[in-house]
């Protein structure tokens, strides 16, 4: 009776390892004290861990990512910005501009970032947007573009307002954008900055409020914030060894903000690596082109990079070719064709876009009658109207044909000389 007893102990556990989630190897998970966070890859932009991702929470002013990636998109760093009174009279941090202060978009971006000026980032959004309410819808506009759909901004700073939130997941997909923009990169990883002011005694040395870029090894970025509301708020990144990860924490308290981030980010750095999948240039299948002299082929266009845990064997991926069903010639090189899915299991793990590997030209045939159905199409009533007249013309050329003929032979049988 033990005997069988210990044969199905063993049976029991070795049945139940095999049936063990995909997550069962990974280290202990991390503690956070924050309301809400997300652990994302700062090369993929995949969510690796989360807590909370989805959950509503005002983000103070790490709003100012968003602020800083719209102004880089849509401004120019060398404009000349003018600081009006309200902009002057923002509350919080500020550098203190005065209005009618004229001052470089670049400075003012810097400011925004390292000392989190409030005054700088009203000047930023006047400027951009003409006011701070056309420069929210901008915000939201660019924040849905970015994927994050939770979310509603309404204005540049992160001041407290009912009507201003966002979620962990959203938050990070914002950060992620935000660090593909070279300009951005440089602005938060500066640990200090010197700008230009028209007053010689106005504050001109900015010092980052991001600890982590002096304390954390590989610290490259990207915002602090602060609100009684939304607690302390960070979003921070780090690059090792061409790994890069970007930690977002909301709502968590005191000093535990900068432990929440370091654990984040320890744990992205201590159990995961990015490995490419699929080269660029990778044939993903044929796509037809009407009136194309041959069909398009569809390949991948960049390098297609995954996470996945260290010092574990590579998962077998599957892969999902979606193309369009048919396009119209001709064909330009680099065309989109669809994307491609990465598959683990029946889960997506990640995409890429597919593209035209070449051009692919009209039959001339198909060029032929294209340009004649549009010469049709511009000249149809023209081509009507002359018709028409060509054939009324000969209608009336053959009626006085038939008449001249009538009169000559009037003319004959009574003028003809054999009659007298």
Known sequence: MLRKWFVWLILTVLVGQAVLPAKAWTAREPLI?????????????????????DQ??????????????LALEKGN????????RRAMQQEGSAIWLQEGEQISLRDLLYAVMLNSAN?????????????????????NERARQAGAVNSHFANPNGLPNPDHYTTPKDLGLIAYAAMQNPHFREIVASKTFNIKRQDPAALTQLINHNKLLWRYPGANGIKTGYTVAARQCLVASAQRDGEE???????SEGRNIWTDCTTLLDYGFNNFKTVLAAKAGEKVGEVPVSEGAKKAVAVLKEDLYVTVPKDQPLPSWGRAAHLLDNVQAPVEK????GEMVLLLGDK????????AESGVA??????????TGQVWSEYKWWFFGSGGMVLVGGYLLALARKKRRQQRRFSRYYYDDSEY
């Open 33 to 53: 004290v924050g309301k809400g966070a997300v652990l994302i890859n700062g090369r993929t932009g995949e969510i690796i861990w989360s807590k909370n991702p």
């Open 56 to 69: 509503k929470l005002y983000p103070a002013s790490t709003t100012k990512i968003l602020t800083t990636l």
């Open 77 to 84: 760093l060398d404009d000349i910005v003018t600081v009006s």
């Open 119 to 139: 005054d700088a980032a009203a000047a930023v959004a006047e400027h951009i947007g003409g006011s701070i309410e056309n420069f929210a819808q901008m915000m």
């Open 245 to 251: 990860f970007i930690a977002v924490v909301l709502g």
């Open 334 to 337: 680099g065309q989109k064709l």
């Open 348 to 355: 997506p793990q990640a995409r890429a876009e597919v593209v």
């Open 362 to 371: 009209k039959k001339k045939w198909a060029s032929f009658v294209t340009s």
